[in-house]
């Protein structure tokens, strides 16, 4: 055959071609996120640099900086921010709580605690008061003023470990957190202590936020290690009047400017529709914040560098979103979904991963147009090699819940579920409990479904 | 009502009541795992107290003891031991691997290596030889005995990090350990040098059986951690006439005597049919063994312990087996199965736990009889809740495979898979590696599996 009439046959062959089929697709996507995976180096650098990123820090504003370099060096279409006014909450020096020993003279007891996100101060001296244990909200109204008033309140419900996920037992329990406070200081009761929510049994307090009444009287409040609530528990159960000491210097500040950070590779056929993928970049102060949210932080960003990698050409634009203070305010979603509502952004799905960075197992989808979890199933073949075995139905997480408003499909990657609640807002979250493989089957996963929608539709 | 007339109407609504269906029983199951086990406790105590649990040393003799009184404490109705002759390896003082100067007064450098589980010694002078570095058997027969003779060949494929499961990339690369040394001696090489298997790149070495040509002309054989197989790999780029220098102490032993550990519930219908859970009690010598197979051993222990809890009369006798010397001789396995054929006993279902204590994701399932998983597909709503969502086609594991040969159907269960090659017959395979809940998740997997076939057969 002669060399040009060869050329063009080749080429004719190529060119007519089918597009490689999702098998091949997926199979190239997690195979640039476990061979040339950046996700796990790129999370030692967010940690190791910018620990404690809390709205209102320099050090989040410094990995707003971090984020945007690392961006850029992505080349892609589009690297820009938004700038969000966010609240401005400090710890102070660390806090002390105290269980002061039943005889004058004897030595107190230091019970590890950490002020609850958004807790008022005590006054310079403290508070010392009797505790009263209850197990839950129902328990302190049954109660009433009359027990409560003049009282430190001490919640101490623990998750059930029965219920086979742990964010069922979270959320069976985190009403002490975050509504307890407030409900105490209806009642009368001086300050707040909540039994820290985790399954472990260790010395790690975990911190969080609670919500205060918008009129004032709040009370100051902190969380205990499990052990320290056991402690306690066990020395009102031997004298109901013994009495704790609490000092919290924490301080709410006018709100601070900080940034959602975003990047784009912009869509081939219609680049008016975005699909986004993303993470918040704030974490609590105590905390190097390496599973929340820093590993859905660089997955988010390693989902467009293996688009990148692989020299994919998305039909739509594909948005990287860095989300600020999801902790304590979730201005930088409402920010961001407010824009977009504004602006007239058409978000045809937005997938959310802050849950950790353990061996992806599934995904929860969900939207205001019907069970669209449903149809995603057909893809499960395509993800069983991979070991994402289920579609969901849920509304995303918090992130990515205001758009779910605005008529965008939502989804949210669920890893394995069982460690994440040793190290939530704890100090312990650091860069050795995140597995690399993990992490970046992770990245793999939401690169896989973004193509799937981009290609197919949902 | 008069109160006798009402007791009788109890006693007969009672009877009357259809048993607590499978859902019920599952939850009552994973609930007893999860609030009350007793697995992680007992595999602390059983790393802790007798690690390095090789076959043919004192440990795994004390471990046969510990885990006797523990299926004892249970109050079974049966529990005995089988006597095995194991084989009887050591590896003796700690060996060295060095990577000689290039010129005579420079430094070595020491490469951080283990003897092969059965690699005969070197001379007490140790060998000293130029290496040759391959990539498999097949580069290494390329070679042949001019190139090869004389030489120690170091096989250095690492397991390929592009497939999802490490599974498979053990399977692909394990065949250089287990193959390699005797087939380097056939080309006339002096000794072999193994990367160790594992995705970590880490200076952990992880030990493993090589396999000997039954008729001698063996050389000394050991693996290196990736870190020190990527530089002797650079050193022999750079300089191919590099030399390195072996000394390894290790001896054979004539056979020992050991023990299979055996409990069991006896079946209330058909206590000639036997459903056996199992794992294995030894381990490499330089590890814990807390993962491989520590983990097996207390959720094989801990079905038996759940079904006591919960006043459970199986219809099939329920059988624990803790197999001794799996890792280098499958000599319990083997006069388990033979036992079993010589004295008839009917194995209905035999399922073995020994790939790790992460959280549990399936089964497989396999039988001479046909697609056995196809049948427990139907199982699956029923194990959605706990995450458990595969039934896959199998072959048992490396125990319970001699009674598939016999009709019996087997199983393994599959945990999550990701961090176990971290840890594999390496000194790090530690208590701290395992999570409780993941392990007591698995433990109620295996049960309710059990649970499921002694009422509904598979």
Chains 1, 2 share one sequence.
């Not at 009263?132 to 009359?146: P, T």
């Amino acid at each position: 055959m002669r060399p040009l009439l060869f050329l063009c046959l080749t080429v004719l062959a190529l060119r007519a071609a089918p597009p490689a089929g999702p098998e091949a697709a997926l199979q190239a996507i997690y195979r640039e996120a476990l061979v040339n995976g950046r996700a796990y180096d790129q999370l030692a650098e967010l940690v190791t640099r910018h620990p404690g990123r809390l709205a209102g820090s320099k050090a989040l504003e410094e990995a707003v900086i971090w984020s945007e370099h690392t961006l850029t060096a992505l080349g892609l279409d589009r690297v820009y921010k938004q700038e969000v006014m966010v609240p401005h909450w400090e710890r102070g020096a660390p806090e002390t709580v105290r269980l002061l020993a039943e005889n004058p003279g004897g030595a107190a007891i230091g019970l590890t605690a950490l002020a609850l996100g958004g807790s008022v101060a005590t006054p310079a001296e403290g508070i010392t008061a009797e505790v009263i244990e209850v197990r839950s909200l129902d328990e302190l109204a049954a109660l009433g003023r009359e027990k409560i008033a003049g009282k430190i309140v001490f919640f101490n419900r623990p998750m059930d470990p029965a219920l086979p996920n742990p964010w069922d037992g979270y959320r069976g329990a985190v009403d002490q957190r975050s509504r307890g406070p407030r409900a105490a200081a209806e009642f009368g009761a001086v300050a707040a202590l909540v039994r820290s929510l985790t399954l472990a049994h260790d010395d790690v307090p975990h911190a969080g936020n609670t919500a205060y009444a918008p009129d004032g009287g709040n009370i100051p409040a902190a969380a205990l290690s499990t052990l320290a609530a056991d402690r306690l528990s066990a020395a009102l159960a031997a004298n109901p009047a013994r009495r704790v000491e609490m000092c919290l210097h924490s301080r709410r500040h006018p709100d601070a400017l900080s940034h959602n950070v975003i990047g784009e590779i912009r869509g081939t056929e219609f680049p008016d529709e975005i699909i986004l993928v993303g993470g918040h970049l704030d974490s609590w102060d105590i905390t190097p914040g390496a599973h929340d949210d820093g590993a859905g932080v660089v997955q988010s960003i390693e989902v467009l560098r293996i688009f990148r990698a692989l020299g994919y050409q998305p039909r739509r634009t594909i948005r990287c979103v860095l989300f600020t203070n999801e902790e304590n305010g979730l201005r930088g979603a409402l920010a961001y979904a407010d824009h977009a509502r504004r602006s007239g952004e058409k978000h045809v799905f937005a997938v959310e991963t802050d849950s950790g960075g353990f061996a992806p197992r599934g995904f929860s989808l969900g939207s205001t147009q019907g069970p669209v979890h449903e149809r995603a199933q057909r893809w499960l073949p395509l993800f069983a090699p991979y070991r994402v075995t289920s579609f969901v139905r849920g509304s995303g997480g918090a992130d990515v819940g205001p758009l779910m408003v605005l008529g965008t499909t939502v989804g949210n990657l669920l890893p394995d579920t069982q460690r994440y609640f040793d190290y939530h807002h704890t100090a312990v979250d650091t860069l050795d409990k995140v597995h690399p493989r993990e992490l970046h089957l992770g990245a793999g996963a939401l690169a896989a479904l973004i193509w799937l929608v981009d290609r197919e539709g949902l």
